[in-house]
């Protein structure tokens, strides 16, 4: 069955740090990749996803992933995180068809 | 556009209760579902809909069930509430088939409490 871990369930940073949220999932076709965010009190929102072409994608808010097929990897990165990033990190991947499937959140709060 | 709108955002029931999540897009998405959120365990998807009239178990249905009558609209019942089901519930749309490289919408969810 596929499945997608990520590795840190909680993650604390200063303002400023750089950012690595790692993602592996496992499926050896074909797959779509989404990292999802969700601020305090608020619903899921796309942040990026890949789907074909350049691995590195970028998203919104300075955000961005690269895709290592070979690793079956998609890890998020930002370069300067801000106190506003502080937020829950979803990765999801769908095979094809209507099912995603999600991780289990990666939960980052940054220190002002 | 509204996007995706859940009602009620809060509810809490008593034990054996029973009540209607309402979810409705205005999107045209064929694509619709229902999951639940417990902290640290992700999303599970309790039922999901890929066009009026049809509707299937996701991985954890049991105690709920779902309508598709219309595009639009995909409610979630809870016949016999029971404290497991204390969550955050969350509504969600897609395009359909065929699109599988497009993200979920979601709704700000029903934060649901049975005591």
């Known amino acids: 069955a596929q499945s997608v871990s990520q590795h840190n369930h909680h993650v604390i940073l200063s303002e400023a740090a750089s950012l690595e949220l790692g993602c592996n999932y496992s499926?050896?076709?074909?797959?779509?990749l989404f990292w999802y965010v969700q601020y305090p009190g608020q619903h899921l929102q796309l942040l990026l996803k890949?789907?074909?072409?350049?691995?590195l994608v970028k998203g919104i808010k300075g955000f961005e992933a690269e895709f290592i097929k070979s690793k079956f990897s998609f890890n998020l990165r930002k370069p300067s995180v801000q106190w506003s990033d502080t937020a829950e990190y979803f990765c999801?991947?769908?095979?094809?068809?209507?099912?995603?499937?999600f991780g289990a959140g990666t939960r980052l709060f940054v220190k002002a | 556009n509204a996007g995706v709108t859940q009602t009620p955002k809060f509810r809490i029931l008593k034990i054996g209760q029973s009540m209607t999540l309402q979810c409705t897009q205005d999107?045209?998405?064929?694509?619709m579902y229902w999951y639940r959120q417990d902290p640290g365990m992700g999303l599970k998807l309790i039922y999901y809909?890929?066009?009026?009239?049809?509707?299937d178990k996701g991985e954890v249905p049991n105690g709920y069930n779902v309508s598709r009558s219309t595009t639009e609209d995909f409610p979630l019942r809870l016949e016999l509430a029971a404290p497991s089901q204390t969550s955050v519930y969350f509504c969600?749309?897609?395009?359909?088939?065929?699109?599988?490289?497009?993200?979920?919408?979601f709704g700000d969810g029903t934060r649901l409490s049975i005591l």
């Open positions: 999107m045209n998405h064929n694509y």
């Open positions: 499926y050896g076709g074909t797959v779509n």
């Open positions: 890949y789907f074909s072409g350049d691995p």
């Open positions: 969600a749309s897609r395009i359909g088939q065929g699109a599988s490289n497009q993200p979920q919408h």
């Open positions: 999801a991947v769908n095979a094809g068809g209507f099912k995603t499937i």
């Open positions: 809909s890929v066009g009026a009239g049809i509707t």
